[in-house]
């Protein structure tokens, strides 16, 4: 048996993310373990998608988290990491300075990916692994600044498609009708067979509604289910959502457009319920690593 641990590093609109992974080889068999995740609320986003350029606070933060998260994956000894920006610094026009600034004071090497490429990451993470192949899926992904979806059928990724709207764009309204009537267009035109799809949602909000709906691990959450909690969080103000329900503040004000986000894919494409794995888009660079380590050795 032999015992990996690659490091994957999420920076989103709103969070990053350090997903330290054991991968453990024993013959043939090759599994996937988490190790620990640790989340910073830096939201980029409020930045990026305001003024398009990210402050110096909000940089000196990224800075101070590098550092970190560089120690701890000197600690575990990590054979590999791969460090992934997503919507916020794409759209960030001092994107190129910060990556050179966090390379040159942290030795953390951050690449700027598009949104094709998160679409890839998203599909690398393992999920069609689980799937029912005689079933189909749609596997959506909803982030600060962007959304990612995909179409599962007879266990191929049949189409992927990533779009501009996110829960810390909403919070700006930067996201219009027009923006919703891209995805709904996109829905609709999928080819979609073998009975009406389930969704599988991934992110932090989609877990803590799923939690706050009181499900089992392996149970889906139900439109019906979805559409009442996401009536019960709005009667709530920001402030109760953190006093009574127990939320932390950078989740209690994102949790609102991500559920309507969820239920409006839902409600385009007709489907009635939404499992939730414990999956993302690190999990996807943790997977890329390993395959790409392998295949050098």
Do not use: H
Request: glycine share 8%; with cysteine.
């Amino acid at each position: 048996m032999k015992l990996l641990k690659f490091a994957a590093i999420d920076i989103g609109s709103n969070a990053v993310r350090l997903l330290l992974s054991n991968v453990v080889e024993n013959g043939d068999s090759v599994v996937f373990r988490k190790s620990s995740l640790i989340r910073m609320p830096i939201r980029l986003g409020e930045d990026a998608f305001e003024t398009g350029i990210i402050s110096e606070a909000r940089i000196q933060k990224l800075i101070k988290t590098m550092i970190a998260y560089r120690n701890l994956m000197e600690v575990e000894d990590v054979v590999a990491y791969r460090a992934c920006a997503t919507s916020a610094m794409r759209e960030a026009l001092n994107a190129p300075e910060i990556v050179e600034r966090v390379s040159r004071q942290t030795g953390v090497n951050i690449e700027v990916i598009n949104g094709r490429q998160e679409a890839e990451i998203v599909y690398s993470n393992g999920i069609a692994e689980t799937l029912d192949s005689s079933k189909p899926f749609i596997y959506v992904d909803v982030g600060g600044g962007s959304t990612e979806i995909s179409l599962f059928q007879n266990g191929q990724n049949i189409a992927s498609q990533s779009f501009d709207i996110g829960t810390i764009r909403m919070l700006k309204e930067k996201v219009g009708k027009s923006e919703f009537d891209l995805i709904k267009k996109w829905l609709k035109n999928l080819k979609i067979t073998g009975g009406k799809p389930k969704i599988i949602g991934s992110g932090g909000n989609i877990n803590k509604l799923y939690r706050l709906a009181g499900k089992v691990e392996g149970r889906p959450l139900s439109f019906a289910e979805l559409q009442k909690l996401f009536a019960q969080l709005k009667s709530y103000t920001f402030e109760e959502r953190i006093s009574i329900l127990g939320m932390n503040p950078d989740r209690a004000d994102v949790i609102i457009p991500a559920a309507r986000i969820y239920l409006k894919t839902m409600e385009w494409t007709g489907a009635s319920k939404i499992l939730v794995p414990t999956i993302g888009v690190s999990d996807g660079i943790v997977r890329m690593l390993y395959k790409n380590y392998r295949s050098r050795s």
